[in-house]
């Protein structure tokens, strides 16, 4: 049975019982049901069919998660757009999806500047909280965007109907877009199911209540939200990753089960250790994913909030989580767990018990997005995951590495050539190297190594405000150190792998070191 059907069904029987609970709200199955229906018929009132991209791009809110159910409903694409983004990153990936209409919250709208409008593939934009005065035929507000609205779709949905587009970035540091069908949807969300196992000891109203902390936008939280929903929990949506608020969320209610990041468990731990006011845990279960956890994290969970940390691995190309490990604090090496049922895996290796690990999973997305159409996979395709892992006695998979050059900040991928890129395009720079050395708040911490056309040296802080132009955030690097010539720092041959090793090095030899 397709989501949108299932979803229906539960909401049918379980009409007046709490689904959501948001902006201290609990909306009820009946309620989140009527308000998918009626954006599902706006849609079609906005001539928006069945294969059509709708760019989504706003905070965690119960309207998210009612676009993505009414999407489903009526075949159209949902293209959640990741918030860390910068302004000309979601202009690249809105024209690169083709899609017909955005939607966004008025926060993300406005950041946007002229960014959206100037889209050449978008028609129509819906704005939550729109400013009255911006009003136009173009632009519309979310009252208006889904009002008198009557829907005349039916709800079946054929398997291999597309129902979304979620972009990473590619090895090339350009965005890739991995496309999910109706069917892949199904499937990634039997895989995610298995991974939420909540407490029975902390219930409410007879109901377990979850909570992501990953932004709505991302491919992971979004298997939660709809794995959890399906399984009968209450999701509690945070309006944005503020654990100083989270904080105050678990004062008043207690969590059955949480994921996030393990930057979002060592951000609660840094929090309740500045506080002084430890968080007992010890009744929730706490799910790691997006990122490998090392085991300093997870023993120190344990000693401070009495959670013992579990683990979710998976990747959007392999159609969500595939691996799963229930007890990371046994361990005194990262581990990614077991496989999840169906999942089939081997490792290839020319020598020695390590190898690059390979997947077979029943969650089998549909290709890549080319901007007009789908590079189909192969449908019984092996997918390297670029991690290198080693298997215990026990079956369980212990990490080891990464093949590939991509960074992980947060949870998020970075590749090294989406940020040299960037740098060569200040006038003072003439070459650059981008690698991450380890950092036990965001897992790594991104470097670049500098080489300058002149005597003139840019700080870091100019620096940062240059590549927000062009880059997140989240990508920029916190260090620069500048050299005279980085064919000469690096002996003629760049391996990222062996700066990060000779960063101390590097240090020593620079012409000016900056950080921020």
Request: glycine share 6%.
């Amino acid at each position: 049975m397709a989501v949108f059907a299932t979803f229906k069904k539960l909401a049918v029987s379980h009409s007046t019982e709490t689904v959501v609970i948001s902006h201290n709200q609990n909306i009820t199955f009946s309620a989140l049901l009527a308000l998918s229906e009626k954006i599902a018929a706006s849609l079609e009132k906005d001539g928006i069919k069945k294969g059509d991209r709708v760019a989504v791009h706003m905070g965690n809110r119960l309207e998210l998660l009612a676009i993505y159910y009414a999407c489903l409903k009526i075949g159209v694409v949902f293209v959640p757009l990741n918030l860390k983004l910068s302004a000309n990153e979601i202009n690249i990936l809105v024209q690169q999806s083709g899609a017909r209409l955005y939607i966004g919250d008025a926060a993300r709208f406005y950041e946007m500047g002229q960014g959206i409008e100037s889209c050449f593939s978008i028609e129509t934009i819906w704005v939550i909280n729109l400013n009255p005065r911006d009003e136009t035929d173009h632009i519309r507000s979310w009252d208006y965007a889904i009002s008198d609205a009557k829907l005349r779709d039916s709800d079946e949905r054929l398997p291999d109907d597309i129902a979304s587009i979620f972009y990473t970035s590619g090895t090339t540091g350009q965005p890739k877009g991995i496309v999910y069908s109706q069917q892949t949807l199904v499937d990634a969300l039997n895989l995610t199911q298995a991974t939420i196992n909540p407490t029975d000891k902390i219930l409410d109203s007879k109901k377990s209540v979850i909570v992501s902390l990953v932004d709505l936008t991302s491919p992971w939280s979004v298997l939660i939200t709809l794995a959890a929903i399906q399984k009968g929990c209450v999701v509690l949506l945070l309006p944005e990753s503020n654990i100083i608020q989270f904080f105050d969320i678990l004062k008043k209610k207690k969590l059955a089960w949480i994921a996030g990041t393990p930057s979002n468990f060592q951000a609660i731990l840094n929090a309740s250790e500045k506080q002084n006011t430890p968080f007992d845990l010890s009744d929730t279960v706490c799910v790691v994913g997006g990122d490998v956890c090392g085991t300093e994290l997870s023993q120190h969970f344990l000693l401070h909030c009495g959670s013992r940390l579990q683990s979710s691995y998976g990747q959007t190309e392999l159609g969500g989580p595939v691996m799963f490990h229930h007890d990371l604090c046994a361990l005194n090496e990262p581990s990614i767990g077991w496989p999840l049922p169906s999942v089939k895996f081997k490792v290839e290796s020319t020598q020695s018990d390590k190898g690059e690990l390979f997947i077979l999973t029943p969650a089998k997305a549909l290709g890549i997005w080319n901007g007009t159409g789908i590079d189909r996979f192969p449908p019984e395709r092996w997918i390297a995951t670029g991690d290198i892992v080693r298997q215990d006695t026990d079956g369980n998979f212990i990490f080891i590495g990464r093949k590939k050059e991509q960074i992980k900040i947060e949870g998020y991928p970075v590749y090294p050539i989406e940020i040299e890129q960037a740098l060569i395009q200040h006038p003072d720079i003439s070459a650059a190297v981008a690698f991450s050395i380890p950092d036990t708040f965001s897992g790594e911490r991104i470097v670049a190594l500098v080489q300058t056309t002149s005597d003139s040296i840019p700080g870091a802080k100019y620096l940062s405000a240059f590549l927000s132009q062009y880059i997140a955030n989240y990508k920029q690097p916190s260090e620069y150190i500048v050299v005279q010539d980085i064919a000469v720092a690096t002996i003629g041959k760049i391996s990222r792998r062996k700066l990060s090793t000779q960063y101390e090095q590097l240090k020593d030899q620079a012409v000016k070191h900056t950080t921020l």
